[in-house]
Structures are given as C-alpha cells and as structure tokens.
C-alpha cells in the first residue's frame, strides 16, 4: 500500500528512493550479478522456442530475454541507438552482441551505475553517459532507435520524457519502450503514449510473460537478494524484485500492475 501511495501522489520521493535503491545495488554487487534490472520475460510456456545463449549467459537469461523481445521487430543494421535508463548495461551489452547496431549510447541517471559499465563493457560503439530521462542532452533527430526497459514508472513526469523521445528520435525512427502500471492507471498510461503523436506499430500486454519469466527465475533474485542486502533493508528489496517478502517462497507478483510492450515510430 505505501509503495502504492508513493507511486500516485508522491513521485518525486518515489524516485529519489528508487535512486537510492539502484545506487545501493551499485555498491554491492561486487560480483558483477546484477547486471540487469529487470523482471524478465519468456514465452516457453506458449511453445515458443527459447533464445540461444552463451553458456556464461545463462544465469542472466530472462532478463535477456525481455531485451531480445523488445529489440527483435526493427531491423537494427546502421542504427544509432540510445537506451533511456540503462542501469548497469546488462540490456545494452546484450544487444549490442545480438543485434549489432552501429553504436548504442547508454544514459542513466546513477553515476554509480556509469562508472560501472564504462568498467565493465568494452565494446566497440558501445557508450554510456550520465543523464536524466527528463531532460535528454542530446540534439533533435540523434537516433534511429531510443529504448526504455523498466524504467519509465519511475519519472516524476513522464510526459517531458515522451517529448525528449520525440524530440531525439530521427524521422521514421523507432521507440522500443515496455514497462508496468498499476491497473486503474494503463488507461491513463496509453492516452499519454498516443499524444506523443507516434505511430503506433505493434502493442502487447506481456503481463503472463513477465510473471511466468519471475516464478522460473525466483530463486536466483531471492539469493541475490539474501547475499547483497542487509537483513534490515532485505524486506524493501524484495519489493523492488517483484518478490513477496512475508510468503514462505518469496512467491513473485506485480503488485496488481499489467506489463505492456511498444513499438512506436515517429512518422
């Protein structure tokens, strides 16, 4: 419920604390585990055939798997691309191996987390920059591609974001973008995706997808969880990793939110 509060009438603290919480993660994750922050998605249990991995990949596979589900309908050869959020680089290393585009900027708001991946990932046209969502530093038509995973229900204003999208994107450009709202909100949510005046290419609700991909992956988050974070601030964690902390499995859940996934172009 508090979580909730804070969400609705509260989202500036929602997201100092969100930062916080990434920064947090930043500082304990030694071993590099938490490269990706995201809730995952599969599609096996629907008969789809799972994405090929390296074998030191696999640990991440869910979490990669949301990535591949939201790279795969665009053509990427040539493509300048720019991920909003990016976290710890986990999505953006992997499409960059996967999909190849000409280069892919990261921008996240954590320093902590930039100086992570500026550590972590050499790759050729692979960059990442500090920023904020809401006030993207980069000229008008920068990029054929911009990418927002998960990241989006955290802005205090989501519409100055959808602007900075727009406004970067080149014409014929496309705007990968998934995340969650609460239930009551999705309308609201996808009223304000059509006054960014975008084309509308392709939208699914990928909520199954999402919690199926939490239940397969739940013991890794919950030892994640248990060997980085303190016991005293394990319960909030919890939270933050879509696990229920008072259940006797740590059962996940999307606290009554829907998972949806776009594909926009600015035509």
Same mark, same amino acid.
């Given at each position: @419920?508090?979580?909730?509060?804070?969400? !609705? /009438?509260?989202? +500036?603290?929602?997201?100092?604390?969100?930062?916080?919480?990434?920064? @947090?993660?930043?500082?304990?994750?030694?071993?590099?585990?938490?490269?990706?922050? +995201?809730?995952?998605?599969?599609?096996?249990?629907?008969?789809?055939?799972?994405? #090929?991995?390296? %074998?030191?990949?696999?640990? *991440?596979?869910?979490? @990669?798997?949301?990535? *591949?589900?939201?790279?795969? *309908?665009?053509?990427? %050869?040539?493509?300048?691309?720019?991920?909003? #959020?990016?976290? /710890?680089? $986990? $999505?953006?290393?992997?499409?960059?191996?996967?999909?190849?585009?000409?280069?892919?900027? $990261? &921008?996240?708001?954590?320093?902590?987390?930039?100086?992570?991946? /500026? =550590?972590?990932?050499?790759?050729?046209?692979?960059?990442?920059?500090?920023?904020?969502?809401?006030?993207?530093?980069?000229?008008? +038509? #920068?990029?054929?591609?911009?990418? +927002?995973?998960?990241?989006?229900?955290?802005?205090?204003?989501?519409?100055?974001?959808?602007? !900075?999208?727009?406004?970067?994107?080149?014409?014929? $450009?496309?705007?990968?973008?998934?995340?969650?709202?609460?239930? =009551?909100?999705?309308?609201?949510?996808?009223?304000?995706?059509?006054? @960014?005046?975008?084309?509308? &290419?392709?939208?699914?609700?990928?909520?199954?997808?999402?919690?199926?991909?939490?239940?397969?992956?739940?013991?890794? /988050?919950?030892?994640?969880?248990?060997?980085?974070?303190?016991?005293?601030?394990?319960?909030?964690?919890? *939270?933050?990793?879509?696990?229920?902390?008072?259940?006797?499995?740590?059962?996940?859940?999307?606290?009554?939110?829907?998972?949806?996934?776009?594909?926009? %172009?600015?035509?």
């Amino acid at each position: @419920m508090l979580n909730k509060l804070l969400f !609705h /009438r509260f989202p +500036n603290i929602k997201s100092w604390l969100t930062r916080l919480q990434y920064e @947090m993660i930043s500082s304990l994750d030694k071993d590099k585990n938490a490269i990706f922050m +995201n809730f995952g998605y599969t599609a096996h249990h629907q008969g789809n055939d799972p994405i #090929s991995l390296e %074998q030191d990949e696999e640990i *991440h596979r869910y979490p @990669m798997q949301l990535y *591949h589900h939201v790279a795969k *309908h665009i053509e990427w %050869q040539n493509v300048d691309a720019l991920e909003v #959020s990016s976290g /710890r680089g $986990g $999505g953006a290393s992997f499409i960059m191996r996967h999909f190849k585009p000409k280069s892919y900027t $990261g &921008v996240d708001f954590s320093t902590r987390a930039i100086e992570f991946c /500026r =550590e972590q990932y050499n790759l050729d046209g692979l960059k990442f920059h500090h920023g904020n969502a809401e006030d993207l530093i980069f000229p008008d +038509n #920068s990029f054929d591609v911009v990418v +927002n995973v998960e990241a989006s229900l955290y802005y205090p204003n989501i519409n100055k974001f959808f602007e !900075h999208v727009k406004r970067v994107l080149k014409p014929n $450009g496309y705007f990968l973008y998934t995340d969650l709202r609460y239930e =009551e909100k999705v309308a609201i949510w996808h009223a304000q995706l059509k006054n @960014m005046g975008l084309k509308l &290419v392709h939208e699914e609700d990928i909520t199954d997808n999402v919690l199926k991909a939490m239940e397969l992956d739940r013991e890794r /988050r919950v030892a994640l969880v248990n060997k980085y974070v303190p016991a005293i601030l394990r319960k909030q964690f919890y *939270h933050f990793a879509g696990l229920t902390p008072n259940s006797p499995n740590a059962l996940p859940h999307l606290d009554n939110r829907r998972y949806w996934y776009f594909v926009l %172009q600015k035509v």
